[in-house]
């Protein structure tokens, strides 16, 4: 079983930033903070999903969970209270978040009936998340001109995701999930992601009046499809999620592993 710890990130974000913190680039700074606005929301639901689903195992394998399931909370309400913080900011400046608006509509749509449901639903998402942090960790250009607390926030989130893939997954296989529910809800997660993400950066970008700009859209263009792309780079992880044999612990921790190591100035350890 993944061994998870409780880390404090060590960051104020009480001090404003401009909506175009990520380098003063529009594009790079509206996607990455329609990320932001939509983890609070599904980071709550991910906590309940996994602690409903650990009370649906046997007992001797709830005892197996335990720990990390409560280690898993408590890396996602620590993602989920540093994230409002960040949204906050944007809120103060003017910013809607449509994420929060469209929750609970959004989440009828996937008509969730069961705690195993909750489960394939949230390990779907993580994957979505997994894949993301490490094309993040790997491509640090990507943020490249942002201030250090800031990226500070973003890796430290990112590296958790990764430590914690496994989680949702495996309790989803021990609950006895099937195969055709994990990839029936991991294509409909996959839709609903896209269009709550477009949706808001979009219209973050109109709130930025850079929305009709040319630059934006070139800018999006390489980011998005470019040879070192987020679509382009991601697009094999995420397929293989749909595979038999998939397993999250088969994804490479190296970049995770890598950047606690060397950034242990940056956090300190909740002690439980």
Known sequence: ?????????????????????????????????????????????????????????????????????????????????????????????GYKNLHEENASKRLKKFNIKSAIEGLAFTAANEHISIINSMYLLEHLEFIEGSEERLKSMWLWHCAEEIEHRSVAFDLYRDAGGTEKMRVDMYKK????????????????????????????????????????????????????????????KILDDSKSKEWFKNNTNNYELVKR
Not at 13 to 35: M, Q
Not at 66 to 91: M, P, R, T, Y
Not at 205 to 215: C, E, H, I
């Open 1 to 93: 079983m993944t061994s998870l710890t409780i880390r404090n990130l060590l960051i104020d974000l009480k001090k404003p930033f401009p909506a175009r913190w990520n380098g003063g680039n529009a594009f790079r700074s509206a996607i990455f903070n329609a990320f932001s606005m939509s983890f609070p929301v599904g980071e709550q639901y991910y906590m309940y999903a996994v602690r409903k689903g650990l009370r649906i195992l046997p007992e001797h394998k709830q005892f197996k969970y335990f720990d990390v399931v409560k280690n898993f909370v408590g890396q996602e309400a620590a993602h989920s209270k540093i994230h409002k913080a960040f949204n906050d900011n944007l809120k103060n400046l």
């Open 189 to 248: 997660v996959t839709y609903f992601f896209l269009k709550g993400i477009i949706e808001q950066t979009l219209y973050n970008l109109w709130k930025d009046k850079q929305l009709f700009k040319w630059n934006t859209w070139k800018t999006a263009y390489i980011s998005l499809f470019s040879e070192t792309g987020i679509v382009t780079c991601n697009f094999r992880r995420w397929k293989i999620y749909m595979s038999p044999n998939f397993d999250p």
